[in-house]
């Protein structure tokens, strides 16, 4: 199985920057993709990026030109760089992983809170 835990999350100010990581322990050999959804106060999960181990990369358009998805393959960890940051950024952050695997797997989550 594989595992993910995510960290970096915090208290930010408006139009500030975080930086997410989350690194892959297990059989990180079954994994193809790695990316990141949030899910927000009062609303459903949603879609944030992706990048696929053939560097195809996919964001949301409500974090285009704002987010960045990297993946370090030594590590095995996934980063999200969070710039300009908004108070409807805030949510918990999750990173997922998809491959070879019995079901998608997902890390326990963490807060990113954007207010001044």
């Known amino acids: 199985q594989v595992q993910l835990a995510e960290s970096g999350g915090g208290l930010v100010q408006p139009g500030g920057s975080l930086r997410l990581s989350c690194p892959a322990s297990g059989n990180t050999f079954r994994i193809n993709i790695l990316g990141w959804y949030r899910q927000g106060p009062g609303k459903e999960r949603e879609f944030v990026a992706s990048i696929s181990f053939g560097r195809i990369i996919n964001y949301a358009d409500s974090v285009k030109g704002r987010f960045i998805i990297s993946r370090d393959p030594a590590k095995n960890t996934v980063y999200l760089q969070m710039n300009s940051l908004k108070p409807e950024d805030t949510a918990v952050y999750y990173c997922?992983?998809?491959?070879?695997?019995?079901?998608?797997?997902w890390g326990q989550g963490t807060q990113v809170t954007v207010s001044s």
């Open positions: 997922y992983a998809d491959g070879r695997l019995t079901t998608r797997v």
